[in-house]
Structures are given as C-alpha cells and as structure tokens.
C-alpha cells in the first residue's frame, strides 16, 4: 500500500500535562489543618464543658454530690423521725466499657417512724427535696409497694422504699464511674461511740460487739453521724420495758417485737431483732443553727 501524497503529515502526539505540585500540596494541607482545628476543639471542650455523660466524672468528683444529698435527705426527713446512717460503701468491679473497670459509691440511710407512717414520710420527703431534684413517689397498692426516685445532679440518683414496719431505705448512688480515690467514712468527732454499748448492757446483751461510726455534714457545718455496735439477747423481753431507765424524757417513734426507736433533743436510738443478734444505732442530730 502506498501513502496518499496529498494526505497532511501526521500531527506529533504532545505530551500529557503534568500535575502542578502546588496544586497537589493544598489537599493534604487542609486536612492537615482541620485535623489539629479539631484536637484544638477537642481539648478545649475537654478543659472547659461540664462532662455530659456519667462515665466522665470519677468517684472522688461524685463524692461531694453523694455526701450533700445525703444531707439533704436527712434535712427533707424533718426532725421527729429516728435516723441510722450506714455510710459510705464503694463496690468495685462494675464495667465502664468491656476494657475498663470502675466502682460504684452508695451513701444508705434509714429512717424509722410510726408503724404505718412509711409512705406518708416519702411523701414529705419528696416534697421537701429540691425542685431541681424532680423526686417523684409512686405508691402501688396492689402490690404494697412505695417507692421514690430523685435525681441529686451530676448522674446521681436517689432511690427510696419503705420496709415495714416502720421504716424507709434511702439510697445515694453514683452508677459505675472511674475510681480515682479511696473511700473513708467521715471524719468527725465522735463522743457517742460508746452509747451502743450502754443499750446493749441495759438489754444484757452478751458476745458485744462495737461497729462503725460514721457521719454527713450538717447544713450549719457540723456533722449528724450514727455509732453502731451489736450483741447476743436471750429471751424475747419487750425493748421498751429493758430500756425504760434509759429513755426518761423521751419520745418512743416506733415500737414493735423487733424494732424500737426513740428520741430525744440531741439523740436518736434504734434497736432491732435480727439474725440471732440485736444492733443498736445510736445517732447524734446536727447542731442547731
């Protein structure tokens, strides 16, 4: 085959343009950019917004929100109740994530009053709380239950129910968070560690046994805590005839085969039956003020 003479000769083939380095740089440096905008955000926000969800706050930052609801509770309870503070108790090994263990704080209290007078002192007690509190009671009568919930700020709850007859559990809970401290009671001056022991001896208890004293801050800055101990009592005499030399002057809130509790201006005493042994508290009230 011979080429047309008259055909154009073919054009050069030109080569491909290539890709302006400049061009190239201003992606990476974009993403670059935006990458350390974003940690800068991110360290900021960690430095100055409040956590928002319960697993970023530790025990040690929970624990003063613990303490003043537990003082509120005491507070909304009024004045004519028996109060048993049980104090702090921290359990560890719940799972923040599957990789990361945590503890949860409870702060426990109970209330005594009149045999029947448990629903009706959850009642009072939710009304008295906070209003930021939204404490709530639900009474449920065909199940005979009574139960209240309240929220202390923070991620922490109150949980309360009454346990007949006579009495109401309050519960302050943190949910499981990091544990960045340890745990201990109050501290405070106790001149009350050995009035347990003065019950016990009224109702000649055997095998004594001195238990924890423990504490809240009060309002006007003192300290509300209870002494516990316990013992062996044989027989089944009525407390309020065994503790009659004790309790001169003072008010009798609850009175049944197994529990007893008085008052006075200064104090509260509760005596219970209960797995082969009799446990006494003996509370000092806050100071008034």
Do not use: K, N
């Amino acid at each position: 085959m011979t080429s047309d003479p008259a055909a154009p000769p073919p054009t050069p083939r030109q080569p491909a343009p290539r890709p302006s380095r400049r061009r190239g740089r201003w992606p990476l440096a974009v993403v670059v950019v935006w990458a350390l905008l974003l940690v800068g955000l991110g360290y900021l926000s960690a430095r100055r917004d409040p956590p928002s969800v319960r697993e970023q706050r530790s025990i040690g930052q929970a624990t003063p929100v613990v303490d003043r609801a537990t003082a509120q509770l005491l507070v909304a309870a009024g004045r004519d109740v028996v109060a048993d503070i049980a104090g702090r108790t921290l359990d560890e090994g719940c799972r923040i994530t599957p990789l990361r263990s945590g503890g949860v704080l409870y702060s426990e209290l109970t209330l005594y009053t009149s045999e029947a007078g448990g629903p009706a002192l959850l009642d009072r007690i939710a009304g008295a709380l906070p209003g930021s509190y939204g404490a709530r009671v639900r009474h449920d009568a065909d199940q005979g239950t009574h139960a209240l919930r309240a929220d202390a700020g923070e991620f922490v709850t109150i949980r309360g129910r009454v346990d007949p007859p006579g009495a109401v559990i309050l519960t302050v809970s943190t949910g499981c968070r990091p544990v960045d401290v340890q745990v201990a009671d109050l501290a405070v001056g106790r001149p009350i560690d050995e009035e347990p022991m003065r019950v016990l001896a009224a109702l000649g208890a055997a095998g004594v046994q001195s238990g924890r004293t423990v504490g809240v801050s009060c309002p006007v800055g003192s300290a509300m805590f209870t002494a516990h101990a316990t013992g062996r009592v044989d027989g089944d005499r009525p407390f309020a005839d065994a503790l009659r030399p004790l309790r001169a002057g003072a008010t009798v809130v609850l009175d049944t085969p197994e529990r007893f509790a008085y008052r006075t201006e200064t104090r509260g005493v509760v005596v219970q039956r209960g797995d082969d042994q009799v446990r006494v508290s003996v509370t000092a009230a806050c100071a008034a003020g």
